[in-house]
């Protein structure tokens, strides 16, 4: 039990009574959105104000992928922007908020699977920051990334997650951040302004996905790639699709699903999001 303590030390002071906090699959789509007045931000600012305010808040993004897996456990992360080509407004942004290494501890001792590594050079990035600051832009709560080890196969990610459970009952908000369908090259550029444009195949791979979502087929959602002959244009790489099997392995037999930003983009992005819980 003497690993546990610092868990324990965490959330000493919460009731029983306690919620058990939703979990969240969020389509981050451009980096632009962190600082965009629009239909994306303002669900995500509306999302801050609903869910019951967390303790803290947990994000599995796209973003950070990895050797082994790492959570952040600096007391004040920074702001990464990790990305090139945009305006030097969102290059100015700074997203304050702190840290939580008796938090990063915790979670790391929750995690049997895998020895999980405790990190002090990552810090926020875009994955992270630009949903989050839409969702409580006072920076007041505590927020921790969690890394994707990018040498693991879907299973490992699923299981993974579901070590993480006991966290939605100690107020911690998870969040995993990346983009169902996500092909870059693939982008129709003529079309990026044109209200929920997709491709073909896109919308198809969307209604896919959302159908298993709502069935709580996991085990079909694991097993990607024979989803459909689509599959691989909607997915040519996992990362921004990893994150969604860590929402889906925080789910439990009760919780109920729902979707928001259900949106295309471009062509062969979707925002398309989920909330459990």
């Known amino acids: 039990m003497a690993s546990l303590q610092p868990f324990y030390n965490w959330t000493k002071e919460l009731s029983e009574e306690d919620i058990k906090h939703p979990v969240l699959f969020v389509g981050h789509g451009s980096p632009m ?3 965009e007045d629009n239909e994306f931000s303002q669900t995500w600012a509306k999302m801050g104000e ?5 303790k803290a808040v947990l994000v599995i993004s796209a973003h950070w992928l990895t050797k082994g897996t790492h959570i952040t456990a600096m007391e004040n992360p920074k702001t990464i922007h990790d990305f090139g080509g945009f305006p030097q407004e969102l290059f100015d942004v700074q997203y304050p908020a702190k840290g939580n290494p008796e938090l990063a501890q915790a979670t790391k001792n929750l995690i049997h699977t895998t020895n999980v590594g405790l990190d002090h050079d990552w810090g926020l990035d875009h994955g992270t920051w630009t949903v989050v600051r839409h969702m409580y832009p006072n920076a007041d709560i ?3 990334q969690l ?3 990018y040498n693991k196969p879907p299973q490992y990610h699923y299981d993974l997650a579901k070590q993480l459970a006991s966290l939605r009952k100690k107020g911690v908000l998870i969040i995993g951040s990346g983009n169902m369908v996500h092909n870059l090259r693939m982008i129709a550029w003529n079309k990026i302004n044109e ?3 997709g491709f073909d195949w896109a919308i198809e791979m969307d209604a896919i996905f959302k159908e298993k979502i709502s069935d709580k087929d996991h085990k079909s959602l694991i097993n990607y790639e ?3 002959k689509a599959s691989k244009l909607a997915i040519p790489t996992p990362d921004h699709y990893f994150p969604l ?9 009760k919780d109920e699903t729902s979707f928001f ?8 992005l979707n925002m398309t999001s989920v909330k459990i819980g």
């Open 147 to 149: 890394s994707i080890d």
């Open 33 to 35: 959105n962190g600082i």
């Open 245 to 253: 099997l860590y929402t889906l392995g925080l789910q439990d037999e």
């Open 261 to 268: 930003n259900d949106k295309m983009v471009g062509g062969s």
């Open 195 to 197: 209200p929920n444009y």
């Open 226 to 228: 024979t989803l459909n």
């Open 50 to 54: 609903t869910i019951q305010k967390p």
């Open 142 to 144: 505590p927020v921790l």
